[in-house]
């Protein structure tokens, strides 16, 4: 290392420190506290790895969606949702980072799937990262405009793996180690990680819906509940950003469910506290043990036995 560059190692941390304490002409207090912040933010580490992304915004809890044309007579999917989403429950800032694909995260492999709750906790756990939050695995889905799909307002035509035919599936196979793997080969419908290169969020992140349903944990929201399924998976569903499916426990396993990773960012950057509350609206005093209102969201049974 030549003088320069020592000199500029040394003085560059403590930048910021000497442009606050210095006196400065108030002409140039702007573009000294613009170089400042520069340093600072030059100083800091990246947010997140390369293969997650970075979500900053605001979530929230209860959205009201208006259908403005189905898909089919008789169908619950809509194909085409009115852009002027109504929240109705205080908003909550959050950010974090979200792996860009199911579990592993790697393009070209198959998602895993017919994993437990517990196993992807365990999973994601073992690269120093966790499930993620229902409420944050939703707002990395429907991006900051609170879109119903991560692409947009239209359904059709879809740029993810969804409204594939189902497959009967034989539930002794499943449940038996010896036929398994057999038995989930031929209900197989999912596509290699990286198919869909249009399916994805305004935050960046892929296949979100459709593809595998995908595990997310819902402890901030319910002390019953604390297992959930969110985005649907490649059969005849709903696949929103809002889907989710409650009605299955932190054991369970089926041959289309899979997950994907969640993580604190690594810059120590933290989201803003929420705005001081008002008084309770009727939703909220509806609201769950954690003061979560009950969904006005799309909540299923899954189709199939799923």
Wanted: aromatic share 8%; net charge negative.
């Amino acid at each position: 290392m030549n003088g320069q560059n020592m000199l500029e190692g040394i003085w560059e941390p403590l930048l910021p420190i000497l442009l606050a304490l210095a006196p400065l002409p108030k002409a140039a207090n702007f573009d000294v506290l613009a170089l400042a912040s520069a340093a600072v933010v030059k100083a800091l580490p990246a947010a997140c790895p390369d293969d997650m992304a970075l979500v900053d915004g605001e979530f929230c809890p209860a959205v009201a969606y208006q259908c403005e044309r189905f898909v089919g007579d008789g169908s619950p999917s809509c194909a085409e949702y009115a852009k002027k989403p109504e929240c109705r429950h205080n908003v909550v800032s959050k950010r974090f980072c979200v792996d860009l694909h199911e579990w592993p995260n790697q393009v070209g492999e198959r998602p895993k799937v017919f994993v437990s709750w517990f196993d992807a906790q365990s999973l994601c756990e073992s690269r120093g990262k966790r499930l993620c939050q229902r409420s944050e695995w939703t707002l990395a889905c429907e991006g900051p405009k609170r879109a119903p799909y991560p692409y947009g307002w239209r359904r059709q035509p879809s740029p993810c793996n969804v409204s594939r035919a189902p497959i009967p599936f034989e539930v002794d196979d499943l449940t038996n180690p010896r036929t398994r793997a057999r038995e989930l080969e031929r209900l197989w419908q999912g596509d290699p990680i990286g198919s869909h290169p249009n399916c994805v969020s305004a935050y960046g992140v892929f296949d979100m819906v459709g593809n595998v349903d995908e595990w997310t944990d819902n402890r901030e929201e319910s002390r019953q509940h604390v297992s959930t399924l969110n985005g649907g998976y490649w059969g005849p569903v709903r696949n929103t950003c809002r889907l989710t499916t409650k009605t299955h426990g932190p054991d369970f396993q089926f041959y289309q469910i899979g997950f994907r990773c969640c993580s604190d960012p690594r810059d120590g950057l933290v989201a803003p506290l929420p705005p001081e509350r008002s008084g309770a609206s009727e939703l909220e005093q509806r609201a769950g043990p954690a003061g979560w209102p009950v969904p006005l969201a799309e909540e299923r049974v899954a189709p199939d036995g799923a």
